[in-house]
């Protein structure tokens, strides 16, 4: 009887709630607001700006007839209307995806807000949304930054890039727009903000990966580090692009100053890293990796390394890769799994983590020497 008497209480709860929403007489505000499918995205391509939002009103009946879309430019959320960068005013329609952006042309490397309101099939407007907010990127006649090397083209090909500056005052927004191919590990002041990009064919549809970096600039001296990696040697799982790597970070400051930092000669770069560039060992589709780490600089993605002895980078001429903003999901890490079971047989450990994941282990060493040789393999079993 008492879990009756819960549920029971539940039930007027939910009839109240349900006449006071019909006493209000007004269409749920939208959610669910999506850019280009994302939410907040972090970078999208400018001539391609097409807004999705959610209707969560389930009454029977209820339909959109009408909607209005406000656009705000601005580091933060709007305070008030009047300020509105494009107003699509009232549009008859039910539409509610990938609705297209019609306003003035949108500035790169600009923060916006939007939010939106619509109209139900009795003609009453309801309230905005929350505003959310998208980050315009930059198109392919944006970049300033130059396609970096290391001067080598071995299969299997990895480089380490540096780069230190100065912030002399803390920036309001400072956005990192970064690509290579094939992929490369972006550390800002010794922080791992990412890996990427999604794998692309650069000659027609290269990606490009965004990173907020405002709250991780300190001021004085800070440091880009990254490693760029090419396989050289795809099949039907890649394109044999030239091996390249390009960042350009915009820093924009109170007062409407910026500045710019990108990729070019003044970067230093470390050829001979610890890993081995030998033609990769296939097993199935899978490449092998050698690594000696021996090789490894200490601290070198840190601010205060000593980089003097590395070489200059060198420029590569890609004017025929094509850019565009990633939209599809980064690569992260979502969880640190525990292997299900450990067992050893004939000197080789096999750790089975129960399922099919992508993913990399981590591996803790005891009473190992220098030199000694760790052999990791990937597979699955039916």
């Avoid at 269409?27 to 999705?52: E, H, K, Y």
Wanted: include cysteine; hydrophobic fraction near 35%; charged fraction near 20%.
């Amino acid at each position: 009887m008492k879990v009756f008497a819960i549920t029971t209480r539940h039930l007027l709860t939910l009839s109240i709630a349900s006449i006071a929403f019909a006493a209000s007489g007004r269409p749920l505000a939208p959610d669910g607001l999506l850019v280009n499918g994302v939410s907040n995205p972090l970078a999208i391509d400018r001539d391609q700006t097409r807004f999705t939002w959610k209707l969560e009103d389930t009454a029977r009946g209820e339909k959109q007839t009408a909607y209005q879309i406000l656009v705000f430019s601005g580091i933060r959320p709007p305070s008030s209307d009047l300020s509105a960068w494009w107003d699509s005013g009232k549009v008859d329609s039910d539409k509610s995806a990938s609705v297209e952006y019609a306003g003035k042309p949108l500035s790169p490397t600009t923060r916006f807000w939007w939010k939106v309101r619509i109209w139900d099939q009795t003609g009453k407007a309801g309230k905005y949304s929350a505003p959310a907010y998208f980050d315009t990127g930059l198109n392919q006649n944006d970049w300033t930054a130059h396609y970096i090397w290391d001067g080598t083209t071995n299969l299997n090909n990895f480089a380490y890039f540096r780069k230190s500056f100065a912030v002399s005052a803390k920036p309001k927004l400072a956005k990192v727009y970064v690509t290579a191919h094939n992929d490369y590990l972006l550390y800002l002041n010794g922080e791992l903000l990412g890996r990427g990009p999604a794998r692309c064919n650069p000659y027609l549809y290269g990606q490009y990966n965004a990173y907020d970096i405002t709250k991780l600039l300190k001021q004085g001296t800070n440091v880009f580090a990254a490693t760029g990696h090419w396989q050289g040697n795809w099949g039907n799982a890649g394109i044999n692009a030239r091996p390249a790597f390009m960042l350009e970070a915009r820093l924009n400051y109170p007062g409407n100053s910026s500045s710019t930092i990108g990729t070019d000669e003044s970067w230093t770069v470390l050829a001979q890293t610890p890993f081995i560039e030998t033609h990769p060992y296939f097993y199935g589709s899978r490449a092998a990796i050698q690594f000696d780490s021996r090789g490894e600089p200490p601290n070198w993605k840190k601010t205060g390394f000593n980089d003097a002895s590395w070489a200059p980078a060198s420029v590569v001429d890609c004017s025929n890769y094509h850019l565009f903003a990633q939209m599809a999901p980064m690569e992260r890490e979502q969880a640190a799994l525990k292997p299900v079971s450990i067992t050893e047989k004939n000197g080789a450990w096999l750790v089975d983590f129960g399922r099919c994941i992508d993913g990399w282990p981590k591996l803790t060493m005891h009473e190992n020497h220098s030199g000694d040789k760790v052999r990791v393999a990937y597979f699955q079993m039916a």
